[in-house]
């Protein structure tokens, strides 16, 4: 039986990539630097913010740390500010988080997102859901698909059957979580990345709309 839930935050519970993609773009302009489509950003996010701005970053300037840094700064100063404007849970998400929460299943989020903007949000769209873990990327912490989040998680709540637990994500970074960690890994296809790229990182259930997961969970039971 299912009795913990984990979910990533961007491109799983929430569509974040209006929020990031202008925020980014916004900094980038500011700096005198290239922008980028908003598709673009599907696939410069999933690693944590360094990454991001490393990926959206001009070429010449990818190994450069001072930029880096300072761009990435700048960005988190920025979008911690405007990172509700767009930004909304995906369709079904909320019935799904409170279907499961009727069955007694403690839910979680474990997000490469910097972890004050990990709380944030989740306390912003979710309020009426009771998440009884949320963690983002923290300080001297690996960020996934390093497992120590999830371990972090299952510590926290007294969880330590990993048969009773399933991981949802959207990226490949989120099936080899899964993977890493040896919990059922689930990738969502309404996310930011390819069906393709979630089977081939380790993805053992593959759904399409939120549920969609319902119906694995009471295979469980």
């Known amino acids: 039986m299912i009795k913990l839930a984990i979910f990533d935050l961007d491109g799983t519970l929430l569509n974040t990539l209006n929020d990031l993609a202008d925020s980014c773009n916004y900094i980038l302009e500011k700096n005198h630097l290239p922008v980028h489509a908003l598709d673009s950003y599907k696939n410069f996010v999933g690693n944590g913010m360094t990454q991001l701005i490393q990926r959206a970053l ?22 911690t500010k405007h990172s509700a404007i767009k930004t909304a849970p995906y369709d079904g998400v909320i019935e799904m988080l409170k279907s499961l929460s009727s069955m007694n299943i403690k839910l979680a989020v474990a997000s ?21 873990s949320v963690f983002g ?28 637990i399933i991981y949802v994500g959207d990226t490949g970074t989120d099936m080899q979580t899964a993977v890493n960690a040896g919990i059922t890994s689930i990738g969502v296809l309404w996310g930011f990345r390819s069906e393709k ?25």
């Open 112 to 132: 490469n997102k910097f972890m004050e903007g990990t709380q944030a949000l989740v306390k912003k769209y979710f309020s009426e859901i009771k998440f009884s």
């Open 137 to 164: 990327q923290r300080t001297n912490v690996p960020m996934k698909p390093n497992p120590q989040i999830v371990y972090d998680i299952m510590n926290e709540l007294g969880i330590t059957n990993k048969e009773e």
């Open 58 to 79: 001009p070429s010449e300037l990818k190994s450069d740390f001072e930029v880096i840094e300072k761009i990435r700064d700048e960005f988190i100063e920025y979008y």
């Open 197 to 221: 790229e979630l089977k081939k990182q380790g993805a053992q259930y593959i759904i399409n709309y939120p549920e969609k997961l319902l119906e694995i969970v009471n295979k469980y039971i």
